[in-house]
């Protein structure tokens, strides 16, 4: 404790870094930000928009930079993301910020961050077009965790011809994360043609009975391959599922060396 205090002293630590060495988060009028999450847990902390205005979620990205010289916000609406930039702008200027608007997430960090680089490869797969949202949000979050990603794009099975013809990029990889609407047949089919492990992604994608992604969800835990199955559209838990596994297989290829 004595170190942090001298280094808050001498300028080298800021108050909110200093708490989050202490306590493990750090305190902001919008909340608390658990900046000792991606330690812990080898999953890096997000900023869910979701239900927050645009002033709450400014103040808990700048935190997170401040603090972790990341920020990752999902479900970022259009108002919020330049609230982020406002904000980082005043707070943190020489900080670099990505918005994606169609998958609606914001990653910030300052140039003193260095994302961690793995040696293992994730591919994020979508039945259709429609499916983009939420395999985007899983895409950065492998990302974000340093997996190498690769996007394999409408190969869904109203035209089986297409998922026939991605399988050899599809072998090629450690780890799958499986986005589909409608019946959620997708990761089913794949799982059955590669021996890589599969996370079926459930979209709320389609109409009619079932509609919402209650029928892919349903169909993707009723699969008949063996594959394991996040939350409708919880395109983050995909990413990060996927990211842990990536860390296991770089952790084994580095023990091999």
């Known amino acids: ?12 630590l800021t108050p909110a870094e ?20 991606e330690t812990r847990s080898g999953i890096p902390e997000a900023v869910l928009g979701d239900g927050k205005t645009p002033n709450e979620i400014a103040d808990l ?55 961690p680089e793995l040696d293992a490869a994730v591919a994020v797969v979508t039945a259709g077009t429609s499916d983009a949202i939420p395999a985007g949000e899983a895409a950065m979050m492998a990302r974000e965790m340093g997996a190498r990603v690769t996007r394999i794009t409408d190969v869904g099975v109203a035209s089986l011809a297409r998922t026939i013809d991605a399988v050899d990029r599809l072998r090629d990889q450690d780890v799958l994360v499986v986005a589909a609407g409608r019946e959620g047949a997708l990761p089913t089919v794949v799982a059955g043609l590669v021996d890589t492990p599969v996370i079926g992604l459930p979209v709320s994608t389609g109409y009619g009975h079932a509609g919402e992604g209650e ?19 919880a395109g983050f838990t995909a990413g990060a599922q996927a990211g842990l596994i990536a860390r296991q297989v770089d952790d084994a290829r580095t023990t091999d060396d």
């Open 1 to 12: 404790m004595r170190d942090v205090l001298d280094a808050v002293a001498a300028g080298d």
């Open 18 to 37: 200093a708490e989050t060495r202490l306590a493990g988060y750090a305190t902001s009028g919008a909340g608390r930000f658990d900046a000792a999450r």
């Open 61 to 115: 990205a700048a935190t997170a930079v401040e603090t972790t010289g990341r920020a990752v916000v999902t479900r970022i609406d259009p108002p919020a993301a330049s609230a982020v930039r406002d904000e980082l702008a005043t707070l943190e200027p020489d900080a670099t910020v990505r918005w994606n608007e169609r998958s609606n997430w914001l990653v910030a960090t300052a140039p003193t961050f260095d994302r």
């Open 215 to 233: 029928a892919a969800l349903s169909g993707m835990l009723q699969s008949c391959t063996a594959l394991s199955v996040v939350n409708v559209d």
